[in-house]
C-alpha cells in the first residue's frame, strides 16, 4: 500500500521546523505510518507528481491539492482514494466554503476529531463517509505541573500560542488583559507565535487600550520550549472563532494549565467536566468568566490538574496511527463493512471515545 499525505508542514525547511514548528498531527502521523512499514510520501500542497501511483492520498487542510482532487486519478492500481481531513471547524468566507464543499464530495473519507466535528457538519457530508480519528499528541514533551495563586504585587501570567490571524481574535486576549488590570490586578500577557500576521493591529490595539507595557511577544518557541512557558503561566487564553481539537489547548490540558476558550469544536474532550465555553459570539461572557475565573483560581487550577492525565490518555499517537492504518486499508479494498469510528452514544469523554 502506497500513501501520499500532503500537508503544508511538509513544504518548510528542515531549518525552519526546527525553530518554528517542528511537528503536528500531520507530521507525527507520517513518523507513525513508517514506523509502522507504511510506504509513505510526504510533501507539501504543490506536490506536482502524479497521484495515480499512490493507493490513497491524505489531504490535510483545505488548500489548493484539495482542488486538484475533482481531476481524474486513475492507474494501474485502479481510481486513487481520497482522504481528507480539514483540521479546522466553524465559519469560514463564502470562496472557502466552496472549496470545502468540492473536496468533501469527491474526497472517500472526511476525517473529523471528535463526535461534536462530526455534528458541526451539518450533514453536508453523507454518514458513511465520515470517520472519527483524534489527533495525536507528543505526550512526553509536556509534564502536568501545580501552579499557585500569584503573590500579592505579582502579576496573573497570561499566555497565547499561536497564528496572529482573524479566527484566532487575539485581540481578545487584549482586552481581557485590560480588563483584568482596570479590575485592579497586576497582569501580563506572553504571545508565543510563528507568523506574526496582524502584530502591527494588536500593538496599535495595546497602545490604545494603555496595556501595551504589559504585553510580551516572544516570537517563536519549539515544542520543546512551549511546556516551560505554560508552566510559569496562569492560564492559556485562545480566542478562536474556529478550531478543531486545537493542538494548543491539548498541550495546555496536558500541562494541567487552565485554559479560557469558547465552544470550539474538539474542546469537549479536551476541557475538565462542568468548564463552561461561551458561544463564538458572546464576548462579554467570555471576558467576565475569565474575571470570575481569576477570582476563584484555586478551584479552576484543581479541576484541569485533575484532568490532565485523562486527556494526556486520550490523545495516544498510537492510537491514531492504527485508526489511519485500518482506514486505509480498509477504503483500498473496498471494505463496505461498518467503520470503526466511536459510536454516537458514547460518552465523549471517555478515554476510548
Not at 481510481?79 to 466552496?98: E, L, N
Not at 501580563?188 to 502584530?199: A, G, K, Y
Not at 467576565?288 to 492525565?309: F, S
Request: with cysteine.
Amino acid at each position: 500500500m502506497k500513501v501520499l499525505v500532503l500537508s503544508g508542514i511538509f513544504a518548510r525547511s528542515p531549518e525552519w521546523r526546527a525553530t518554528h514548528l517542528a511537528e503536528t498531527p500531520d507530521s507525527l502521523l507520517v513518523d507513525g505510518l513508517r514506523a509502522a512499514g507504511v510506504d509513505v510520501t510526504a510533501a507539501g500542497p504543490s506536490f506536482r507528481g502524479d497521484w495515480s501511483e499512490y493507493d490513497v492520498v491524505h489531504l490535510n487542510h483545505l488548500t489548493n491539492a484539495c482542488l486538484r482532487a475533482s481531476l481524474p486519478n486513475h492507474g494501474t492500481r485502479g481510481r486513487t482514494k481520497v482522504v481528507f481531513t480539514p483540521h479546522t471547524s466553524g465559519w469560514q468566507p463564502w470562496r472557502f466554503r466552496v472549496a470545502r464543499n468540492l473536496i468533501e464530495r469527491r474526497a472517500d473519507r472526511v476525517v473529523v476529531f471528535t463526535e461534536d466535528q462530526r455534528e458541526r457538519l451539518d450533514g453536508r457530508v453523507p454518514d458513511r463517509k465520515v470517520e472519527i480519528i483524534r489527533s495525536g499528541l507528543a505526550v512526553d514533551r509536556f509534564t502536568a505541573s501545580r501552579r499557585s495563586r500569584p503573590a500579592p504585587g505579582e502579576p496573573i501570567r497570561l499566555l497565547y500560542i499561536g497564528q496572529l490571524i482573524e479566527c484566532k481574535r487575539v485581540h481578545l486576549a487584549l482586552h481581557l488583559l485590560h480588563r483584568v488590570i482596570a479590575a485592579g490586578r497586576p497582569a501580563r500577557l506572553s504571545i508565543v507565535s510563528h507568523r506574526e500576521t496582524l502584530r502591527p493591529e494588536l500593538e496599535e490595539l495595546a497602545e490604545a487600550l494603555g496595556v501595551s507595557d504589559h504585553v510580551d511577544y516572544l516570537g517563536t518557541r519549539t515544542r520543546d520550549e512551549i511546556g516551560p512557558e505554560m508552566a510559569t503561566s496562569h492560564f492559556l487564553v485562545l480566542p478562536s472563532y474556529r478550531e478543531a481539537l486545537s493542538t494548543v489547548t491539548s498541550e495546555a490540558a496536558i500541562c494541567g494549565l487552565p485554559t479560557l476558550l469558547f465552544d470550539v469544536s474538539g474542546s469537549e474532550v479536551q476541557v475538565p467536566p462542568g468548564w463552561e465555553r461561551p458561544e463564538p459570539d458572546d464576548v462579554e461572557r467570555f471576558l467576565r468568566l475569565a474575571l470570575e475565573r481569576i477570582e476563584r483560581y484555586e478551584e479552576c487550577e484543581e479541576a484541569w490538574a485533575r484532568n490532565a492525565d485523562v486527556v494526556r490518555e486520550r490523545l495516544s499517537v498510537d492510537r491514531m496511527v492504527e485508526r489511519h492504518i485500518e482506514l486505509y486499508e480498509r477504503l483500498v479494498r473496498d471494505d463496505t463493512a461498518p467503520r470503526a469510528s466511536a459510536p454516537r452514544a458514547r460518552d465523549p469523554r471517555s478515554v476510548d471515545a
